[in-house]
């Protein structure tokens, strides 16, 4: 499966609001991984 199926799984399978808030940990985690990445 790739990174476009399980996408579209997640946005059929999750309400609107959940959808939004693992959007938001997403945007979250790759926040974390720049300020990682600007440390290192």
């Known amino acids: ?7 579209e799984m997640l946005k ?3 309400s ?3 959808y939004i808030k693992l959007l938001e940990l997403m ?3 790759v926040e ?3 300020e ?3 440390k290192n």
């Open 27 to 29: 945007m979250k985690d």
């Open 16 to 18: 609107p609001e959940d």
């Open 1 to 7: 499966m790739d990174v476009k199926e399980i996408h």
């Open 32 to 34: 974390k991984m720049i």
């Open 12 to 14: 059929k399978t999750l």
């Open 36 to 38: 990682w990445g600007e």
